[in-house]
């Protein structure tokens, strides 16, 4: 078993000193106090932003208190799994477990930084090139070293040289900080990582299902961002419903929803879900070009990434320009409607997931074409559990019991299988000691209902 070959560099990040180690060049690019005010995260959503929320009343979350709580969440799971620690690579949980990022999407599909979080020590960040200094805001990262990025882009035919060095790391931090346990969580990695590491004494379990469980239960301040995410993204949707007019393309209504969340200190939105008039029916056309006429419905789906990097998931469908609603979109939209409003009262400390899937409201699948899922947790995306509808329970479902603290999305998609309209609704509702509270506020078409 090779040794880790590391040259030890001091730096300055953020307010505090920490190492940086590994085999890259030295930089010479600023870091230190200035770099770390001007962090995003630092500098925060914005003035725009903070005086809508102050002028609502929303108070700000605590973010250093809610750093805390997600990084002892993770640790918590890695010790009831008995494992070492835990390798991370999605960005969604990076940020989870550290408070820090780096060209989230572009990281989605490019393995150029990860992160260890042991059950017990320091945590490691291994950063993209020369970006150390984009964690000077969060005191959850205890080193920082540079990445050894061993997917193909990167490595061309030396991955299996550099996923080598890659496990030596890893290893000796298992090593160092396992107390001679050996196991360890990754969320993703490539077979070469797996055999790189198990020659190493290493095994590799599920880290995915780690993160999922501890990505569950929101702390208070979490839902405080979460309730200043939702009021931004719902500011957004009113801009849009502004713009509503017959004569707009589908992308430009769209593009006004992606403007308003960037300019509250929102991040990406993670789908295209508009469409309107014939597109609506079946669901799932993302939107295009097509011009929307007088008297269309128009249905989308936010699938949001806001402010704090909290995740809106809520869906509306609005009546466009100034015709009456036909009969048969009065219809779909009253039982879409009246679907989501049963669901979400059965929302509740305590039911199991298996109880929600066929107490659900639903209609007759042989009439009505529906959504993939009755309901979907979310937190930093959308998240466990998926809660299926019966069909769905003997090959996918999986049981748990609803806890205070988690937050799930109530989904409504309906539309004849035969044809004509499609309605997409979706709240976002917290599960509370006593029952629920629905955080999601925008109002649904009054004209629609019958």
Known sequence: MSTVASTVQDSRIGAG???????????????????????????????????????????????????????ERVRQQLRQADYAGI??????????????????????????????VPADGPVVLWEFDHCDFLSGHTESIDEIRPCVPWFYFCAGDRIPEQAERWADEIAALVRQHGGGNTRLAIDHCNPEGISALARRGVGVHNGEAIMERAREIKSDDELLAMRRAIHACETGMTVMREHLGPGISEQRLWSYLHAENIARGGEWIETRLLASGPRCNPWYQECSSRIIENGDLVAFDTDLVGAYGICVDTSRTWLCGDMAPTPAQRDIYSRAYEQIRFNTELLRPGVSYHDLTHKAMR????????????????????????????????????????????????????????????????????????????????????????
């Open 17 to 71: 000193s920490r190492r940086r180690i590994g085999g890259s060049e030295p930089t010479d690019r600023p870091r230190g106090d200035a770099a770390g005010v001007l962090n995003m995260h630092a500098l925060g959503p914005g003035a725009e932003a903070v005086g809508e929320w102050d002028k609502a009343g929303l108070a700000a979350p605590d973010l250093a208190a809610m750093r805390r709580y997600r990084l």
């Open 87 to 116: 390798v991370l690579y999605d960005p969604v949980n990076v940020r989870y477990a550290t408070d820090s990022t780096n060209m989230q999407v572009w990281l989605l599909h490019n393995a150029s930084r990860y992160v260890f």
């Open 363 to 450: 209609y007759p699948a042989e009439d009505f074409r529906h959504y993939t899922c009755l309901y979907h947790g979310v937190g930093l995306c959308d998240e466990a559990p998926i809660i299926y509808f019966p069909e769905a329970w003997q090959s996918f479902g999986y049981d748990g019991v609803l806890e205070p603290g988690m937050v799930l999305c109530v989904e409504s998609f309906l539309g004849r299988t035969a044809g004509g309209p499609g309605v997409k609704l979706e709240e976002q509702v917290l599960i509370t000691e006593t029952g629920h509270e629905v955080l999601t506020r925008y109002p649904f078409e009054e004209q629609l209902l019958r």
